[in-house]
């Protein structure tokens, strides 16, 4: 069954912890995201990596870290630099984009609540 | 800033009606694509159309795209109660890594 996963579904923090939010894929995909929805909104990109062990910062990196040490694995954490982290995370993959374009498979996403 | 920009926000429609959503964006594009997203849940691919093309379909699903407007349509028809979701455009400017998502539009289809 091919697909990304992401767990848990919700999480509940208290304010000034870390939390590490998981994201797997067998879709043997290159690349992974990580994004941030708030409510009654679009996604926001947080982090992009195209290879193991390379990332990039996407629009709103502050306050998040990622690794990438395995082609399956993009794990994210929200750090207590994050002014605001309450939100619904959603983590994708795809190929490498070329030019005819690519889409992106999203995981089931993660609640995160911070109190 | 926002690049893609749906229009209406909200779109209420009785089993069977058509529903057309619109995506409007600001800069040049290399594609075009819709995604959904039921309450709570992870979005799903739907159609991507490409700068040199004008139309699209998919089933009950036809997307159109003017370059020369810098818009997009998604058009549903016969529309069923389990197309109730939300939808949302994604442009990708030049091929790279990076897909700009507007706010998308909540579809509720009454049965």
């Known amino acids: 069954d091919g697909g990304i996963t992401q767990s848990p579904k919700y999480l509940f923090r208290k304010e000034g912890q870390n939390v590490t939010l998981s994201c797997e894929q067998n879709l043997n995909h290159d690349a992974m995201y990580w994004y941030r929805q708030d409510p009654g909104q679009g996604l926001r990109l947080i982090y992009y990596s195209q290879i193991v062990n390379d990332f990039q910062k996407g629009d709103i990196a502050e306050g998040y870290s990622v690794s990438r040490e395995k082609k399956e694995s993009f794990p994210l954490t929200v750090t207590s630099a994050q002014k605001n982290p309450t939100a619904f995370y959603l983590c994708?993959?795809?190929?490498?984009?070329?030019?005819?374009?690519?889409?992106?498979?999203f995981g089931p996403g993660t609640r995160l609540t911070v109190t | 800033s926002q690049q893609g920009e749906e229009d209406p926000q909200a779109l209420s429609i009785q089993e069977g009606e058509n529903a057309t959503m619109n995506c409007s964006y600001k800069?040049?594009?290399?594609?075009l694509q819709w995604y959904r997203q039921n309450s709570g849940r992870g979005l799903v691919h739907l159609i991507l159309?490409?700068?040199?093309?004008r139309e699209k379909h998919s089933g009950r699903l036809r997307v159109t795209l003017d370059t020369s407007k810098k818009s997009s349509s998604l058009l549903i028809t016969a529309s069923r109660a389990a197309d109730t979701a939300s939808y949302f455009c994604a442009t990708d400017l030049d091929s790279s890594y990076k897909l700009i998502f507007g706010s998308g539009t909540r579809l509720l289809v009454r049965p």
């Open positions: 994708a993959s795809s190929i490498a984009p070329g030019t005819g374009g690519y889409e992106q498979y």
């Open positions: 159309i490409r700068s040199n093309e």
């Open positions: 800069t040049s594009i290399n594609n």
